[in-house]
């Protein structure tokens, strides 16, 4: 079965620093992965999803993740933090056969001023 | 976010009411999911619903009830709660559903959630 670990529960950076978020899954085939940005009080936005067509996927708001399949991890990077990407964020694997998502415990980023 | 909408915002109700999520999506989707987000714990898809038939039950209690009239629409119905049900509820919609036959998993897109809490 599938699975997804994110190595770290909360990550704190300075505004303006390189952000990592790392995340390590499991699957014996081909999976799809994507990273989900959570606000306070808001639904998961989709910030970027992995299948297969580059190892170096680009999403929204300056953010990317590298596919590794030798080391079976998706981190999620960002050069520059920004206060408004404060926020929690989740690393999803699919299921074989597809759109049956699992989900990682979640990484709260704080950005600090 | 405003592909899919749900309503109320906020609830709050006793263990012997009854309620209703509602959820719905203006994205042409074919396939829609409630999950329940709880505090410490991971994400837990509860139900799927692909061309309104019920495709999954993830061992969910009867208590929740769910109903989807068409491809747009998904309720929840809640009787006889716990307050361990107290929880985000999300729900979520994409264009094809599990098991489609697709090499890749489409994106699902999430609506901006109930926040439960039962007394």
């Known amino acids: 079965a599938q699975s997804v670990t994110q190595l770290d529960s909360h990550v704190s950076v300075s505004e303006g620093t390189p952000v990592l978020l790392r995340c390590n899954y499991s699957?014996?085939?081909?999976?799809?992965l994507f990273w989900y940005v959570q606000h306070p009080n808001k639904g998961l936005q989709l910030l970027l999803k992995y299948t297969s067509a580059a190892t170096l996927v680009k999403g929204i708001n300056g953010f990317e993740a590298e596919f590794k399949k030798s080391e079976t991890s998706f981190h999620l990077t960002k050069p520059s933090a920004h206060m408004s990407d404060a926020a929690e964020y989740f690393c999803?694997?699919?299921?074989?056969?597809?759109?049956?998502?699992?989900f990682g415990a979640g990484t709260i980023l704080r950005v600090k001023s | 976010e405003t592909g899919v909408t749900q309503t109320p915002r906020h609830l709050v109700m006793g263990m012997t009411n009854k309620k209703s999520l509602k959820c719905e999506q203006h994205l042409g989707h074919n396939a829609m999911y409630w999950y329940k987000q709880s505090a410490k714990k991971p994400l837990e898809l509860m139900f799927v619903?692909?061309?309104?038939?019920?495709?999954e039950n993830n061992s969910v209690p009867s208590r929740f009830s769910p109903e989807c009239p068409n491809s747009s629409h998904l309720f929840l119905h809640l009787h006889t709660l716990q307050p361990e049900d107290s929880a985000l509820y999300l729900c979520?919609?994409?264009?094809?559903?599990?098991?489609?036959?697709?090499?890749?998993?489409?994106?699902?897109?999430f609506g901006p959630g109930t926040r439960l809490t039962v007394l």
């Open positions: 979520a919609s994409s264009q094809e559903g599990p098991n489609s036959g697709g090499a890749y998993a489409d994106t699902q897109y």
């Open positions: 619903y692909n061309f309104k038939e019920q495709t």
């Open positions: 699957s014996s085939y081909s999976p799809s």
């Open positions: 999803v694997v699919s299921d074989q056969g597809g759109n049956k998502l699992v």
